[in-house]
């Protein structure tokens, strides 16, 4: 006999609240959003901006944390069009936290920087950032020590929550990770 199956509606009815109470004071909950679909071709990829899909997807993103009261204190964005977007239509949706535009999040995010400038925001229990991949993966795979980050990969729209416990590589505990297409199979 296997591992129980997880049924949607398991998870539809995952309370978000009664989990984010269990977090420790010193940890923060960091909430990964990779940018919804975007545009294919335009003269350049920071120009790109979000389809009619990529603001749905975005939107169906918001909804699903408002449905379980997640709420981000802090949302930060990179500068590119697709995230910024992506970030506004999801904000839009919970109308909480504070959204920032930070530079260190634009394609090419570096982990460890990322790192060191999440630190910045340590006194925060839950940070939303919204970004690229594979930038993404290489920040989930050091935080969770992962060496071969080849193992992962992050859907547009997709969510992932990594509690961290501590201010170093490896020392994330990876809560759990929604792809968008789940919630949108739903409609």
């Given amino acids: 006999m296997g591992a129980p199956m997880l049924r949607w509606d398991s998870f539809q009815h995952f309370n978000v609240s009664t989990f984010q109470r269990r977090i420790a004071a ?7 959003l990779r940018h919804a ?11 790109r901006r979000l389809t009619l899909h990529g ?17 981000p204190e802090m949302i930060l964005t990179s500068p590119v069009i697709r995230a910024k977007q992506t970030a506004e239509e999801f904000s839009n949706v919970l109308k909480k936290g504070e959204l920032i535009e930070v530079p260190w999040m634009a394609c090419g995010m570096n982990p460890e920087n990322a790192l060191q400038e999440l630190r910045g925001y340590k006194n925060f229990q839950s940070v939303m950032i919204v970004g690229h991949e ?3 993966s290489g920040l989930i795979a050091m935080l969770l020590g992962i060496s ?14 990594i509690e961290l416990r501590k201010w170093e590589p490896s020392a994330g505990v990876l809560k759990w990770s929604l792809p968008c297409e789940l919630l949108e199979a739903k409609k």
Avoid at 59 to 68: A, H, P, T
């Fill in 55 to 71: 603001h749905e997807q975005a939107k169906i993103m918001g909804q699903f944390c408002l449905e379980r009261k997640i709420f």
């Fill in 134 to 136: 594979p930038d993404l």
């Fill in 26 to 32: 010193s940890t923060m909950l960091l909430y990964i």
């Fill in 37 to 47: 679909e975007a545009e294919l071709k335009i003269t350049s990829d920071h120009e």
């Fill in 148 to 161: 071969d980050v080849t193992g992962i990969e992050i859907m547009k729209a997709s969510l992932t929550v």
